[in-house]
């Protein structure tokens, strides 16, 4: 049987720090910080997606088909190695993902080489072929992440490793040019500290791999030589459950409590044929924020042929559902079942045992809620790509489970060709976009090895074929976490074209609270005279500026003409807050037709940040990136300087500040 591989990362690369604070993403450690929605950094996804909205990812095998995947080419002793990420600052690349192939999935080439440079250091601190990155076993018990290759991840090669990165990152592929190669980067990015010069924080790997692996491993290993049909009966009874019985008369209260905790464990065992008549209802503080069928809130099904087994939740070897998420509330918590409408009338045996901790959540702990949406077939003429999730404050999404097939006319599993799309705080650039649903789920080529399931991702059912094919999937997500504090909406498009009929079914786990953390507090348009004056707007010296009509990046793209001025030396402006404060975003709405791009931020004086080097989208040339970052002390006036590097063009239509928002506002 193969085995989720443990990789590790040279010592010298994640050296200790002074600093023993441990970095705001790293919520493996202790789970408990899951639902904390505190922390001013943002979580992005870098990907091969095609920059013109064209129905093939960039591979650079075919100009055709998606354009140039690198940010850019460099020469090297070796030989060129594209880039496919050069992210500036602070923070950390939580995921690497990629898949090779041509109509199914073929094994990494091993004579290309994964090179990964941190701040700004010549000498990469990983250098090796990309095949062993995703498979080769460690040299020592100090392991830093799992990896899974191909057959392991059906058809996906995953790496969870971290790298952690005070002063910048580069990841290149050294003779990637002309290979078919598709690839997905999570990373967040935190505030840069200006007092710090050493190396990044200690990544807890050991705590991340116990609890990848060592956790589940039994349960793991049962479950790949068990079926998994909807006919086969529990063979045990949950060890230290209270039983009870679920008739039609009325719902079953399984756990009420009064007074402020945490639900950190809830097991929930049933005969398997029963699953789909239960709905299960979880409320906090007096308000319901779950309700749906109980194995969905497991990440299961009974047709899976699977057991579906992941950190967070799943079903373990006596059969019954899990889940190590942790929910915390403030005032009381009730978990109850009923028969759902039209199920069996029989009665229902259910065996249940709850692990609470009663210590007070903290602050900024967010509420658990699960959000439903399902749709067979879609009408993407009428309602586009299909929104899973939309939030109104901040919050943190941690789990997806999605059961999707086609619609009953048209066969084989083209409904997985979709890319999803997140839009956070307003944006209208997607700081996330995917390269289908499999790859989503750490797979490849639909799935193309069948059936998996891992401690993160996994698809416990694949029956490909004709018009009855269909794929249920989970992930959680931990350091890689979409994070948001202001607003969501998470869309996936309907097949590879955006219009074709599917049918679907997901839920997102996410943890919520319907306050924003940070509001805008001052914008800057370039071209409006009245807006240039109140900032004392001074564009570059050698600056050209022209009014723009193009389209951002988003699906179906959004139109919009604007001034928008292009520059090698620094432009100056200055933006107040209503209010005092240290922590602020700042959003620039720029040029993409324009390569490169990578400058420094200055606010009062002090670097805070940078903007990163990008690739020239000429069919889609509005973007927007952001930035976060901290001052010293707080401040209500901000004068910025935009100096663009030595060589690079920096493009300017639009900036708006983010600020922390005012007690008593409806912020919290």
């Known amino acids: 049987m193969r085995q989720w591989v443990l990789c590790v990362v040279a010592a010298a690369s994640f050296a200790a720090s002074a600093s023993t604070a441990r970095p705001p993403w790293q919520v493996w450690t202790d789970l408990a910080d899951l639902p904390r929605l505190g922390g001013d950094y943002g979580s992005y996804l870098a990907s091969s997606y095609c920059l013109d909205g064209c129905r093939y990812d960039r591979t650079s095998l075919d100009p055709g088909r998606g354009g140039q ?12 190695q594209g880039v496919i990420l050069d992210q500036p600052g602070a923070g950390a690349v939580t995921r690497l993902w990629m898949t090779t192939g041509d109509g199914v999935s073929q094994p990494l080439p091993s004579d290309v080489r994964l090179r990964i440079y941190l701040d700004g250091e010549a000498v990469p601190a990983l250098d090796q072929p990309l095949d062993a990155f995703f498979r080769e076993a460690p040299p020592s018990r100090d392991a830093a992440a799992l990896a899974a290759d191909r057959l392991l991840a059906s058809g996906g090669n995953v790496s969870y490793r971290p790298f952690a990165y005070r002063h910048g990152i580069k990841i290149a592929l050294l003779n990637g040019a002309g290979r078919r190669l598709w690839y997905q980067i999570n990373y967040v990015q935190t505030p840069e500290d200006a007092s710090s010069s050493g190396a990044p924080e200690d990544a807890d790997t ?10 589940s491993n039994a349960d793991r290993a049962l479950a790949a030589r068990l079926p998994f049909g909807r006919g086969r009966h529990d063979a045990a009874a949950l060890p230290g459950a209270t039983s009870d019985e679920l008739t039609a008369d009325a719902p079953l209260v399984l756990l009420r409590r009064a007074g402020p905790g945490t639900l950190v464990s809830t097991r929930i065992q049933l005969d398997r044929e029963r699953w789909d008549d239960v709905q299960l209802s979880i409320a906090f503080d007096g308000e319901s924020t779950v309700d749906l069928p109980v194995a969905e809130f497991f990440a299961a099904d009974a047709a899976d042929r699977l057991r579906p087994l992941g950190l967070l939740a799943g079903v373990d070897a006596l059969g019954a559902f899990y889940a190590r998420f942790p929910m915390p509330y403030r005032r009381d918590v009730e978990v109850s079942v009923r028969l759902r409408d039209g199920a069996d009338a029989r009665p229902v045996a259910i065996r249940h ?10 602050p900024d702990a967010g509420v658990l809620h699960t959000q439903v949406h399902a749709a067979c077939p ?12 939309r939030h109104e404050g901040r919050g943190r999404l941690f789990g997806l489970v999605a059961w999707m097939s086609g619609d009953g006319v048209h066969e084989g599993g083209y409904y997985l060709e979709g890319d999803e799309r997140i839009y956070v705080d307003g944006a209208v650039q997607p700081s996330w976009y995917g390269t289908g649903v499999e790859d989503l789920f750490n797979g490849g080529f639909y799935f193309d090895r069948g059936a998996y399931v891992g401690p993160l991702a996994g698809a416990p059912l694949r029956r490909s074929g004709g018009i009855d094919d269909a794929t249920s999937m989970y992930r959680w997500f931990l350091a890689d976490a979409p994070r948001w504090r202001r607003s969501v909406v998470y869309k996936l498009e309907n097949g590879a074209w955006g219009d074709e009929p599917l049918c679907l079914r997901t839920v997102a786990f996410y943890y919520a609270s319907p306050e924003p953390a940070q509001e805008i507090v001052a914008a800057l348009q370039l071209g409006d005279a009245a807006a240039e004056a109140a900032a004392g707007y001074a564009r570059g010296s050698d600056a050209r500026c022209a009014v723009q009509d193009a389209l951002f990046g988003d699906e179906p793209p959004t139109s919009r003409s604007a001034l928008v001025c292009r520059a090698t030396t620094p432009s100056r402006f200055t933006l107040s807050s209503p209010r005092h404060g240290t922590a602020f ?8 037709g324009v390569e490169g791009q990578a400058a420094e931020i200055l606010v009062n004086g002090v670097r805070v940040g940078a903007w990163p080097d990008t690739q020239a989208n000429p069919a889609r040339r509005w973007s927007q990136a952001d930035v976060d970052f901290a001052l010293p002390l707080p401040a209500d006036v901000l004068s910025f300087e935009i100096r663009p590097l030595p060589g690079r063009r920096v493009t300017e239509s639009r900036y708006e500040l983010f600020g922390a928002v005012e007690a008593g506002s409806g912020g919290g």
């Open 353 to 362: 045992v709850f692990d609470v901790d009663p210590a007070p959540p903290p």
């Open 378 to 389: 879609t009408t993407p003429q009428i309602d586009g790509d299909q929104v899973l999730l």
């Open 206 to 215: 050991s705590t991340l791999m116990r609890r990848l692996v060592e956790a």
């Open 69 to 80: 995947r690198f940010v850019r080419i460099e020469s090297t002793a070796e030989g060129e």
């Open 585 to 592: 975003r700042l959003r620039r709405t720029f040029d993409a």
